[in-house]
């Protein structure tokens, strides 16, 4: 069974500038997250997906946006780039419907803002 | 929200010695908290898991306790081997729902051969 596909995986952008970032779930897995992870700040929640709608949003600017597909299929996008941004984006899936909800996490994409 | 804090942030033991990482919550309706393991260049994994209603569980070398009144859970590795070095994240979340997982900052382990 494929696991969660992030692309592209690494990426170089200047200040201003935007980015889009894709991740493919695990096949049957309905739900996407999104993270953002930097030295110091662990794993910040972005926002979650269901069946195509948003259903949690962490705190982070309205640069941040995401959506899904009919496939499951999640992108995210950031606007307006800031040095700030720079960081591994991880996305994860899981099967909806289970109690616990185990996340499965693809290899992120390391985005450097210059 | 919820909020889990994490230390020590960074973790140096030798090989064969233990190893424990803490974690604090502060949202009482958290009753679900996995532990997940990051190796360099890849995503977190879910190691080991435990649920409000469990005070301990064990699987092989590791280790989770929770002690729910305090809102503490720890981590334990025994019998540390170098393949254990990568950075473990705690995390909590309420189960049912729309609920979100919240992580913890992030221990990197590193273990001396």
């Known amino acids: 069974k494929a696991g969660v596909t992030q692309t592209p995986r690494y990426l170089i952008k200047t200040r201003g500038q935007q980015v889009t970032l894709s991740c493919s779930p695990i096949?049957?897995?309905?739900?996407v997250s999104w993270y953002q992870q930097t030295p110091g700040q662990g794993l910040q929640f972005l926002f979650e997906y269901f069946s195509e709608t948003q259903r949690n949003k962490g705190n982070f600017p309205g640069r941040f946006s995401g959506r899904q597909f009919s496939n499951s299929r999640s992108e995210m996008n950031v606007s307006t780039l800031e040095l700030g941004d720079s960081a591994l984006y991880l996305c994860?899936?899981?099967?909806?419907?289970?109690?616990?909800?185990?996340?499965?996490f693809g290899e992120g994409s390391r985005l450097t803002v210059l | 929200g919820e909020n889990v804090e994490q230390h020590p942030s960074t973790l140096s033991v030798q090989e064969g010695d233990s190893a424990v990482i803490k974690c604090t919550y502060s949202d009482s309706a958290s009753n679900y908290f996995p532990w997940y393991k990051q190796e360099l260049g890849k995503g977190p994994q879910l190691i080991i898991d435990?649920?409000?209603?469990?005070g301990e569980k064990k699987d092989q070398r590791i280790a989770v306790t929770l002690n729910k009144t305090a809102k503490h859970f720890s981590l334990h590795i025994t019998e540390t081997q170098p393949e254990d070095s990568a950075v473990y994240f705690c995390a909590a979340k309420a189960t049912g729902g729309y609920q979100k997982v919240t992580f913890g900052i992030g221990t990197k382990l590193q273990v001396i051969p």
């Open positions: 994860a899936s899981s099967l909806a419907g289970t109690e616990t909800g185990e996340l499965f």
């Open positions: 435990i649920r409000s209603n469990v």
């Open positions: 096949s049957g897995h309905r739900s």
